[in-house]
Every structure is written in structure tokens, then in C-alpha cells.
């Protein structure tokens, strides 16, 4: 059922006060077919609330995905194929397949938020990405009211990016994911400190999964005791020339050469060395750990987490010339 002028206050990681016009439910697909109604308003498709900054009150139809399941579709010697519906928790999925000896998700342990999002965003960490164990994607299309697949290949995954983010918000409902996990493990343990974590333990994914657990968890504010939305923004890409200008100034910025021959520079740092970290305007501020995190600290509009998040951008386009561009959300 639609419910009207529904709160969103606790279906947000920043914890921020704001309402939808209407808001429902999703748990079943057949309730797809009651949203034809909506298909010109805008619409917004929210999982766990992890990756958005709600900036105000809603207009359109929140709709918030509960689609729950998950079953074996397929396996050969190499793979097994696990079908999950969108509105699983990621967490406990990792938690499944680890249960299961299934390789593949163990460096994507602990993100927050629903199994629907993974794709979106494309969510990676310690040197994995979503895209990586993605093999089939079932939606339902608003706009023409179907369901339709995606292949891996059509979702121009990226570096937190995917169609479903860049080119149609809002216009695919994903409803499950088909997931090539691997049989046996091939570890990725170069990124960050997992190998010492891991230290002389014996080498497992659950090894893996834990160690990635314990950094995480040491690194990152829990948004339930400190709301925020994990990283604020995206970590910029510069073109060579660009970089050996910024070396020139600062020898020891870190950067890290893509397959495009871009480079990626670290947005933590660059805020960081402008002066950020820890710094508060109000009730928000740049968290004191980890300069890459907003954080609301007391009760606080969108609008001032926005204002923050500006702020920033302004002084890193000035100091550095680098466009900071948010990995949130911001609805509307
Ligand atoms: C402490 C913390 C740490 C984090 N660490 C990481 C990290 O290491 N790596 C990383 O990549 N991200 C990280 N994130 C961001 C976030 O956890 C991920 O982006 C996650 O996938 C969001 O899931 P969600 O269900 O909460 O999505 P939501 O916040 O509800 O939605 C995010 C976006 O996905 C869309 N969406 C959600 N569900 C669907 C669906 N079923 N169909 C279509 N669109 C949908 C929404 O419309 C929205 O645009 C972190 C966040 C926090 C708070």
C-alpha cells in the first residue's frame, strides 16, 4: 500500500528529518504493477539509505526495496551462479558465501546497505569491485513497465559508476542479481595493510574477510553511533600533465596510474591537506580520522550537510584546481 507524506528520518545512514510524498514498501513484484500511475512523477529507488544525502522533502514516490530470497540457479567446475534478491542486506550475503566457501565477495565485506545497490554505484573496496562477480541483473523498467535483464557487460560498470547511476536514476527498479561466485579463491591482498592484518594466520576468504572486518572497522565511523555516508566523494581522475603540475607543488601526493592512463588521486588526502579534517561548521563537520567522511555530529537539515560538502569543493578547486564531484546521492 502507498502511504502519504511518509518519514525517511530513520531510512537514512546521515539520520537527516525529511518526508516523501508517497512512500512503499516493495516486497513483492506483483505490487510492480501498481506504480504505472507513477511513471511520469519522479521517482526514487532506496535500499538501506547508505549512499544518499536527502537535501529536503520529497516530491514523487519513494519506493523502498524489500525483495528478499536467494537461491542456487547454476554452477559449473569453476563457478557457482547465486540469484539474491535486491533488497537482501550486502553484508549478510558476504556472511552466506563465506558460510559456503564461495570466493569472491571477501574483500567487499562490511559495506553497508542492500544487495539492489551493489550494482549501481558498482561498490568496491580493498582493491575489488562489484562489477567483478556480476553476472546477470533483473530490473523492472519504469518508464516502459517490464522487467528486463542486463548482462555485466551492459551496465557500463566504472570506477563508482554504472548506467543505473549515470544515465537512468530512478528508472530501473533492480529486483534481483545473479552472482558468479568462484570455487576456489583467488586472493587479492595488495591493497591496504590485509597481509599484515592476515599476519601468519592461514590464508582463507574468511581470513580475508575478517581482516578487511577489523580495518574497516578501525578506520570508518559506525554511521548508527556517528551518521554519515562512508565516503562523501569520489576520488578525482586527472590527466598526466595535470598531475606533474600538482607533483611539481606537492611531491609526496599520492596517485595511482588507471588503465586508461588516467590517474587517481586520493580525495581524503587532498582534503586532509587543506584543512579540513576534523573541522565543523555547525552541527556537521569533516570527520577527525578520516577526511573523505562528512559527518553529522547533532540534528541537522540535508541542506547544511550540502552547504558543508560545497565548502570543501570550493577550497579543493581553488588550492588544487581538482574537481571534487560527491559519490552520495543527493535527493531530491
Ligand atoms: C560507513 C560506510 C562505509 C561505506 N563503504 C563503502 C565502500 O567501501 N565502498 C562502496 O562502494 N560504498 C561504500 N559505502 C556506500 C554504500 O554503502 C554503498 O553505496 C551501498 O551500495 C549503498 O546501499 P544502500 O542499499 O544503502 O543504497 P541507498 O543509499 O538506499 O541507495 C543508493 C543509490 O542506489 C540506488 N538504488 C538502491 N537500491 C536500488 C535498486 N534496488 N534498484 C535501483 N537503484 C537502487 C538508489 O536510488 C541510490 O541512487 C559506504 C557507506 C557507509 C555509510
New binding site residues.
Given amino acids: 500500500m502507498i502511504q502519504y507524506q511518509h518519514s525517511l528520518g530513520e ?3 546521515f539520520r537527516v528529518s525529511a518526508k516523501a510524498e508517497a512512500y512503499l514498501a516493495l516486497e513483492r513484484l506483483d505490487q510492480l504493477a501498481l506504480l504505472s500511475d507513477w511513471r511520469n512523477r519522479p521517482n ?9 544525502l536527502l537535501a529536503g522533502d520529497l516530491p514523487g514516490l519513494v519506493i523502498h ?1 524489500q ?1 528478499k530470497g536467494r537461491r542456487l540457479v547454476g554452477q559449473d567446475q569453476e563457478f557457482v551462479y547465486l540469484e539474491v534478491a ?2 537482501e542486506n ?1 553484508q549478510e550475503l558476504v556472511l552466506y558465501s563465506l558460510a559456503n566457501n564461495w570466493a569472491g565477495l571477501e574483500n ?1 565485506a ?17 582493491g575489488v569491485e ?1 562489477s567483478e562477480v556480476c553476472h546477470l541483473i533483473q ?1 523492472w523498467d519504469m518508464q516502459q513497465q517490464r522487467f528486463c535483464k542486463f548482462e555485466s557487460t551492459d551496465c557500463q560498470f566504472a570506477y ?1 559508476d554504472s548506467i ?2 549515470s544515465l537512468y ?2 528508472r ?4 534481483s542479481l545473479v552472482l558468479k561466485l568462484r570455487r576456489q579463491p583467488s586472493y587479492r591482498l595488495d591493497y591496504g595493510n590485509i597481509r599484515e592484518e592476515i599476519g601468519d594466520q592461514p590464508l582463507s576468504i574468511r581470513a580475508v574477510a575478517e581482516a578487511v572486518m577489523r580495518i ?1 572497522r578501525s578506520k ?4 548508527k553511533e556517528l551518521p ?4 562523501f566523494f569520489k576520488n578525482p581522475l586527472v590527466a598526466q600533465e595535470k598531475l606533474e603540475q600538482l607533483l611539481a607543488q606537492y611531491p609526496k601526493m599520492p596517485h595511482y596510474r588507471q588503465v586508461d592512463g588516467r590517474l587517481k588521486l586520493a580525495a581524503g588526502w587532498l582534503i586532509d591537506q587543506a584543512g579540513w579534517k576534523g573541522k565543523r561548521m555547525g552541527a556537521v563537520g569533516v570527520h577527525e580520522r578520516q577526511a573523505l ?1 562528512l559527518v553529522k555530529y547533532a540534528e541537522a537539515r540535508g541542506q547544511e550537510i550540502v552547504q558543508l560538502a560545497e565548502a570543501v569543493q570550493q577550497d579543493i578547486a581553488q588550492k588544487f584546481g581538482v574537481n571534487l564531484v560527491p ?3 543527493y ?1 531530491p
Fill in positions: 531510512l537514512n545512514s526514487y529507488i532506496l535500499g538501506g539509505g547508505s549512499n544518499i526495496n525483495l535486491a533488497g550486502w567487499l562490511l559495506i553497508p546497505g542492500s544487495v539492489g545497490a551493489a550494482p549501481v554505484q558498482n561498490i568496491g573496496a580493498y562489484f530490473a563508482r543505473f547511476k536514476p530512478g530501473f527498479i533492480i529486483c574497516r570508518l565511523p559506525d554511521p554519515n555516508a562512508g565516503s567522511v559519490e552520495v546521492n535527493w
